[in-house]
T-cell receptor, first 112, second 110 residues
Framework: NAGVTQTPKFQVLKTGQSMTLQCAQD?????MSWYRQDPGMGLRLIHY???????DQGEVPNGYNVSRSTTEDFPLRLLSAAPSQTSVYFC???????????FGPGTRLTVL | RKEVEQDPGPFNVPEGATVAFNCTYS??????FFWYRQDCRKEPKLLMS???SGNEDGRFTAQLNRASQYISLLIRDSKLSDSATYLC???????????FGTGTRLKVLA
């Protein structure tokens, strides 16, 4: 049981490049979410999903896309990276409802 | 106004001290409340859920005050290993969103 896995752990991009952050979970959780964490800002919700085929926007969705084709995977796509997207990105999953979220180890992204 | 607010600290306390953190939330429809712990450059991990009647887990006690819309975390007999950032989290089932506070940093000093 690997829990929540994220790849890559570190990434450096140039402004304008695109990339996909991968997130997978093996706990059969319905709910998955993406957060970004910046110094002094706490975790801010980017996008979330309550099940395969269903996604919705969080607090800071601009510049990011998601899809949920399977229960296990919830990739986050940066369409055209900007320096303002330099951050630590966490993926999380849980059973639907008010349950404990399990987090992946994070991806540290730098956009130059 | 932020939906979930916490004092960022840091709270510097000696070993053995008792320390308390508060967290306020603005959405009265919020239904579930949690405290997470985050160590430096690591992912957050659940410390405890917060129940309406209050709950205790060893040295940690969580309280909820719905009327005043705040939750609290009390840590007794602080240990060096308690040094971390404590995140308040509020869940609203109508929106299926978990909203995090900015976190409160605790440093327990020898």
């Amino acid at each position: 049981n690997a829990g929540v896995t994220q790849t890559p752990k570190f990434q450096v991009l140039k402004t304008g490049q695109s990339m996909t952050l991968q997130c997978a979970q093996d706990m059969n959780h319905e709910y998955m979410s993406w957060y970004r964490q910046d110094p002094g800002m706490g975790l801010r919700l980017i996008h979330y999903s309550v099940g395969a085929g269903i996604t919705d926007q969080g607090e800071v969705p601009n510049g990011y896309n998601v899809s949920r084709s399977t229960t296990e995977d919830f990739p986050l796509r940066l369409l055209s990276a900007a320096p303002s997207q330099t951050s630590v990105y966490f993926c999380a999953s849980s059973y639907l409802g008010n349950n404990e979220q399990f987090f992946g180890p994070g991806t540290r992204l730098t956009v130059l | 106004r932020k939906e979930v607010e916490q004092d960022p600290g840091p709270f510097n306390v000696p070993e053995g001290a008792t320390v308390a953190f508060n967290c306020t939330y603005s959405n009265s429809a919020s239904q579930s409340f949690f405290w997470y712990r985050q160590d430096c450059r690591k992912e957050p991990k659940l410390l405890m859920s917060v129940y309406s009647s209050g709950n205790e887990d060893g040295r940690f006690t969580a309280q909820l005050n719905r009327a005043s819309q705040y939750i609290s975390l009390l840590i007794r007999d602080s240990k060096l290993s308690d040094s971390a950032t404590y995140l308040c989290v509020v869940f609203t089932s109508g929106t299926y969103k978990y909203i995090f506070g900015t976190g409160t940093r605790l440093k327990v000093l020898a």
